[in-house]
């Protein structure tokens, strides 16, 4: 999926009624990145979308729903996979390197002409990625005409949004952020999924702060108090979203604690 094919989306989904640009941070083919340097216990480095270096201040809006992967999307959710780089995404939600269906491969190698580490190589006409040089960059995921070149989710819920939150953390470090929540029309899964879904709780209200991590806890507590009972993390029972808020603010994303102001 290419910058071209997000804007057509985005377009499909309303996004340009409402008058704001819609620029896709990592370039034309998601190749675009710059490296954050965070030293924590997934990541030492990052690669955010390359648009990021020239914005010093970045007014987050994000509508709270919850993910089969993280238990919920919010505000974290928002800057650690939406700021990150295809490369950067794909690290995240992968334990190991792509890999190529050789059934849909027809040998054209693209793949292996634009891969930097010359991790694919040929073997009787198909391509193969070599497992042991691959550095997860996703070059060969988007330039694959007849997509071939498949990611391999993870299904290690705590460590992706381990990961996810330290992306976040690395989004922050060097920008000022202000963050607004929107817990309205709260569906069941997150926004990017291409259906159309109902809100299945009632709405909370609209959330500020400049605190990413105090912002999706005071959301989700919301949640709570409102519906008397977890309703997100009811129905993503194999995520724990509390522990990952607590990753967050152990690595210095935010604070857990929160004086919520009525307006
Ligand atoms: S680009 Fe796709 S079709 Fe071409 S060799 Fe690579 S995997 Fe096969
Ligand atoms: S993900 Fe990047 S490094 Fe790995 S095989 Fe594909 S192009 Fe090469």
């Known amino acids: 999926m290419h910058a071209v094919d997000h804007i057509n989306l985005a377009v499909n989904h309303g996004f340009a009624q409402v008058g704001i640009p819609i620029i896709i941070g990592d370039g034309i083919k998601g190749n675009d990145y710059i490296e954050e340097k965070i030293n924590k216990k997934h990541f ?141 029309y709260i569906t069941k899964e997150c926004d990017c999924m291409n259906k159309e879904r109902s809100g299945f709780i009632s709405d909370l209200g609209v959330l500020f702060s400049a605190d990413p991590v105090s912002i999706d806890k005071a959301s989700l507590d919301l949640v709570i108090e409102r519906q008397g009972y977890d309703a997100l993390g009811q129905i993503h029972p194999k995520t724990n979203y509390l522990a990952s808020l607590q990753y967050a603010q152990t690595i210095g994303l935010g604070s857990l604690e929160y004086k919520l102001v009525e307006i």
Not at 64 to 85: D, P, R, V, Y
Not at 98 to 103: F, L
Not at 149 to 168: F, G, N, T
């Open 44 to 184: 030492s480095s990052c690669y955010l979308a390359s648009v990021l270096k020239d914005i010093d201040c970045l007014i987050v809006l994000s509508h709270l729903t919850g993910h089969m992967l993280t238990g919920f999307g919010a505000a974290i959710k928002n800057l650690g996979m939406g700021c990150a780089s295809r490369r950067g995404k794909l690290l995240q939600h992968c334990l190991v390197s792509p890999e190529i269906n050789k059934d849909k491969c027809t040998g054209c190698g693209l793949c292996a002409e634009n891969c930097p580490v010359d991790a694919i190589e040929a073997r009787a006409g198909k391509y193969f990625i070599l497992e042991d040089k691959c550095i997860g960059c996703a070059q060969c995921v988007s330039v694959c005409p007849y997509k071939a070149v498949k990611i391999v989710w993870s299904q290690e819920y705590d460590m992706l949004s381990e990961k996810m939150v330290e992306y976040a953390y690395a989004v922050t470090k060097e920008r000022k952020c202000f963050f607004v929540n929107f817990c309205l």
